[in-house]
């Protein structure tokens, strides 16, 4: 046991589980009444790969809750960033939302999850399609130098319902032109924000932007083909199945760590 879990065990009436780290929250910010994002210290033995979640909770009963979070920080990043939804009545998200700087949170010690560049197959574009915190994910994959490297475009298509929803990915955007590992390849990466609820500079959902083709019009690239092009996608179910379909329709193929292929497929976990 390292230094920083003694601290944090001084302060929890029980001991830290077998297979869990309780670590100290960093920083919290709220984006709206239904979105907010924290960072955590990261344990030196933590490793994971860039778009992997692992399960979260809180060290406020016998018998801890926990759910999957995509880890939205790079592999290399000294800390540990989640985004998060806050559901009325969650019985995680009710007490996550309420967290501060110093407060301990509960990670479990193993990451898993196919949204990884390993699990897919060469190629020369990635598509990733989030909807609401799917989101989380990509901002762990767009900040990983290894994405750069291996594919020539990156494309974030992100839609919520409201333009405030969008803050986190255009806060994102506005760091990662600045990092200084990672801005060298900001060109290479096209942000496509919408807002379906709202008046807003895009407002289609991502199924209509692929099947109606204006997508691939506005970015002025082929439509979407297993050739050229490899998706992620991240959302709700519903969102996942439409999407899912379309990638099919379009030749592409799932793929997973074990038979890497042309497009992959997580859920946006907590609901
Ligand atoms: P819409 O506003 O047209 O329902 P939610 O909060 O319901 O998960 O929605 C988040 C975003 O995902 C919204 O922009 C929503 O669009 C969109 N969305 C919901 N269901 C689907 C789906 N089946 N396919 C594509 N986009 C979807």
Known sequence: MGVIDMNVQAELSYPVPEGVFAEKVVSVKHYTDR??????????S???RSGEFVMIGLPNAEKPIYRAYSIASPSWDEEIEFFSIKVPGGPLTEHLQKIQPGDTVLMRKKP????????LAPGKRLYMFATGTGIAPFASVIRDPET???FE????VHTCREVAELGYGHELMDELANDPLIGEFADKLTYVPSATREPYERTERITTMIETGSLFEELGVPPLGPEEDRAMICGSMDMLKD?????????????????????????????
Request: hydrophobic share 50%.
């Open 153 to 156: 475009q990156l494309i974030l």
């Open 112 to 119: 898993t999850g196919t949204l990884v560049n390993d699990a």
């Open 46 to 48: 933590f490793r994971f």
């Open 35 to 44: 979105l907010f994002k924290f960072r955590i210290t990261r344990p030196a």
């Open 243 to 271: 999407v899912k379909a379309l990638c099919e329709k379009a030749g592409l193929v799932e793929g997973s760590n074990a038979a890497p292929a042309t497009f992959v497929v997580e859920r946006a976990f907590v609901d």
């Open 148 to 150: 750069y490297d291996k």
